[in-house]
């Protein structure tokens, strides 16, 4: 507990900044002027309302979530904890993942499973090693009902070699075949088009992937690293 209260401490700090608009109640288009005027070194995505918070939530592109007073003077930067019975729970870390699940599966490599049970997403990389072996169980997952849900996360970066093949397998004419062929070393021929695998990289980044392959599971659960399917199935309850 004294661990998590210094966290706590470390996380929660409040700018010592006043934003230029004054008001009882700003609206979003104030709490987003207020920003880009106070912070103009960044992009600040999306900004919603966290009613039972009585704070306006902003997204800062490629950085922390900050939470800022409704009259848009004050903000604070770092994580929201709410107090349950059962303990603090992070809803800033609730709220990104779920930006996964509300992903449409169009835009992601996806292996389904004929009598799905259950899915899970991955933040892939087709020249990552364990990735690839993570890929040679999708059809021992696949019989256990569990669906796969591939999104990019090149891990060298965008405009790199591996990003560029990720590029050509979403865009090309079936992206589950050269998922595998470039899972198996083979060449991906080049292809371009409109593509979210700038997009994907950059919400793994958001989302706190350090690594690949990442697993997360449809309750949002972070399961980092290769695990054999029978222990995945295990974590996700099958």
Known sequence: MKHTFSFLVRAFCIAGLMLPFRSTFADQ??????????????????IEWHEPAGMYSAEVEGGPTLYVTKNAQYFV????????????VNETEQAKR???????????VVFKAE????????????DCGYCRMLH??????????????YLAYPRAGVGSFSYRKMVSIWCSDDPKKWMTE????????????VNPVADQYQLGNELGVRGTPTIISKDGVFLPGYLPPKELASKLGL
């Open 115 to 126: 009598n799905e049970k259950t899915h899970i997403t991955v933040f892939t990389d087709v």
């Open 29 to 46: 288009d104030q709490v987003r002027q207020s920003l880009q005027t106070a912070l103009p070194q960044y992009t600040i995505g999306s």
């Open 136 to 149: 040679n169980d999708v059809p021992s997952l696949n019989e256990m009902g569990i669906t796969v849900r």
């Open 98 to 108: 779920a930006r996964v699940e509300s992903l449409p599966e169009s835009d992601m």
């Open 182 to 193: 470039a899972k198996t070393g083979a060449d991906v021929p080049e292809n371009k088009c």
């Open 77 to 88: 930067v770092g994580d929201l904890y709410r107090i349950d019975a059962d303990g603090l």
